[in-house]
């Protein structure tokens, strides 16, 4: 199995020293020979090696520095006088890789990783000498002269430049290999979900796209026990025009927080200059029914704010205990199911308002918002007009994409089947993970895990592998986690490649 990392150890900063002399005192006779066989680069201690490994085997390596002068300033000047609008800029050395192992999947691979970390880094531009043997393997991985060639007999080497939009437009489009994502969103959409968005487009002012609607209410109404409004945007349009709601009761209310989307939901709920109170549990715990009673007494609590699915933890939240009572209390919840809607099967029935979205666990992309309610909405021209739900009651009033509502309402067909399948999904990757450290695994669709030591390196050796694990979110960086989510569409395929990879990246590590 071919793979990527950033090196960091003796053992692989000598195997570069070998690959080195190989390539560029044997092959290409830039250097002088030496007896030991090794080539420490001079700038060795200012780069950073993007290398690929064949197992545990080091086949390809290149390196990346952004300390000046550049080699290639020495030769040619600074390149800033070749290239004006260069941005920030890093050079690229020493590309090799062993001759047996020159084929597409390695040089590809490789320069998908080294793409990854500039970007990450920042970069808008690298520039390299590239030597007049591998012109065109430069040209597909996006690189194009920009200076006359220098050296001289068979070191002749040509400046060349790659930028991000190069790489994007050359390069990119060209990997057939797709990332392996195990995001909880966006989703990556299946043949069948993704042909919506390349037909003719519908007016939400058509009879198509009224039959479309209906269907796609209808669905929603069965799954959620409630009536949908849809609205065009974001789960949080949908929490906004949910909490824009509240005003008109006059009332104060309370809002729950233990983890990164309740304090989302608070901050909202500020945002409408709300008087509330806000009991907080520690992020991850849930919420004490005892507590949340003892808020109700000695006042009158008019609403309730909450997330049921709490992805920042990975902690589905016990709504239905609540729910009761508030109904004892007359007290109206109000409750996000952005993350959670689609992932488990529940009813809003004791629930005042619930957000949810197109995106997420349904499987198909973010774009339709939609509160779900039991009681009739009256327009409000108190209120912003796209948040205001009393205008969506019986129609579409503002424009809403006819390939998205197709598609979503496509998705939904899918259940109530696809409950069980994210069912077996999650159980698959709790067996798959047993032995990794568990954060938690209460939720449907997500498993949550501690990054210790030893998992950051497998992290960042993922990522430049092609494998996308959820773990860049600031909330997620702060508290030291990283998580997979089983809800896009080759979940079992992507898992198995994820569970070969993180053998050989532990056999590796361990030797």
Same mark, same amino acid.
């Given at each position: ?5 950033i ?8 195997a570069?020293?070998?690959l ?37 085997e ?62 990450e880094?920042?970069?808008d ?39 991000r ?24 959409? @299946?043949?069948?979900?993704?042909? $919506? +968005?390349?037909? %003719?487009? &519908?007016?939400?002012? #058509? *009879? ?18 409630a009536t ?7 789960g ?54 005892g ?47 952005? @993350?959670?809607?689609?992932?488990? $099967? +529940?009813?809003? %029935?004791? &629930?005042?308002?619930? #957000? *949810? ?17 039991h ?7 108190g ?54 450290p ?53 979940f ?20």
């Amino acid at each position: 199995m071919y793979w990527c990392k950033i090196a960091r150890t003796e053992a692989e900063f000598k195997a570069i020293a070998k690959l080195n002399y190989e390539t560029f005192v044997e092959e290409i006779p830039q250097h002088e020979e030496n007896t030991d066989g090794l080539r420490v680069d001079p700038f060795h201690e200012q780069n950073t090696y993007v290398i690929v490994l064949s197992d545990s085997e080091l086949v390809g390596m290149i390196a990346l520095r952004a300390e000046r002068p550049f080699s290639l300033d020495a030769k040619i000047g600074k390149v800033e006088g070749h290239l004006p609008d260069i941005g920030k800029v890093c050079e690229i050395r020493l590309l090799a890789v062993r001759k047996k192992h020159r084929n597409g999947r390695v040089f590809f691979l490789l320069a998908r990783a080294l793409s990854d970390f500039c970007c990450e880094e920042g970069y808008d531009s690298a520039v390299i000498s590239g030597t007049t043997r591998e012109l065109k393997l430069y040209g597909q991985l996006g690189f194009r002269p920009f200076a006359e060639p220098v050296g001289r007999g068979e070191a002749v080497f040509v400046p060349m430049v790659t930028t991000r939009k190069q790489y994007s437009q050359l390069v990119a489009a060209r990997l057939q290999t797709r990332k392996k994502t195990f995001f909880p969103g966006p989703v990556q959409l @299946s043949g069948k979900l993704a042909a $919506p +968005f390349g037909e %003719e487009a &519908v007016s939400h002012r #058509s *009879a198509t796209f009224q039959t479309i609607l209906e269907e796609t209410k209808e669905r929603l109404r069965k799954m959620a026990s409630a009536t949908p409004h849809l609205l065009f945007g974001s789960g949080t349009l949908a929490n906004e025009a949910m909490i824009a709601q509240l005003p008109n009761l006059k009332a104060k209310g309370l809002v729950l927080v233990n983890g990164e989307f309740g304090r989302r939901l608070k901050e909202q709920a500020k945002r409408w200059k709300l008087e509330f109170d806000v009991l907080e549990e520690a992020w991850g715990e849930p919420f004490s029914l005892g507590k949340i009673e003892g808020a109700f007494k000695n006042r009158k609590i008019g609403w309730l704010l909450m997330v049921h699915g709490e992805t920042s933890t990975g902690l589905l939240n016990n709504f239905e205990e609540i729910a009761a009572l508030c109904k004892q209390q007359e007290t109206k919840l109000c409750l996000d199911c952005v @993350s959670s809607f689609g992932s488990v $099967p +529940f009813s809003l %029935e004791n &629930v005042w308002l619930a #957000s *949810a979205a197109s995106g997420k666990a349904v499987g198909t992309m973010s774009g339709v918002a939609i509160v779900f309610a039991h009681h009739s909405i009256e327009p409000d021209d108190g209120l912003p007009a796209y948040v205001d739900l009393g205008l969506y009651a019986n129609e579409i009033p503002f424009t809403l994409s006819g390939g998205l509502l197709k598609s979503f309402n496509q998705a939904l067909q899918a259940y109530p089947e696809r409950y069980l399948l994210l069912e077996q999904r999650l159980e698959l990757l709790k067996k798959k993970t047993k032995n990794w450290p568990v954060l938690s695994d209460g939720f449907p669709t997500i498993m949550s895990f501690r990054m210790e030591e030893e998992v950051t390196g497998f992290l960042q050796a993922a990522q430049l592998s092609g494998f996308e694990l959820h773990a860049n979110s600031g909330y997620l960086k702060t508290r030291g986690l990283f998580q997979i989510s089983c809800i896009q569409p080759q979940f079992e395929e992507d898992l198995e490649s994820l569970m070969k990879f993180h053998e050989v990246y532990q056999t590796y590590v361990k030797t």
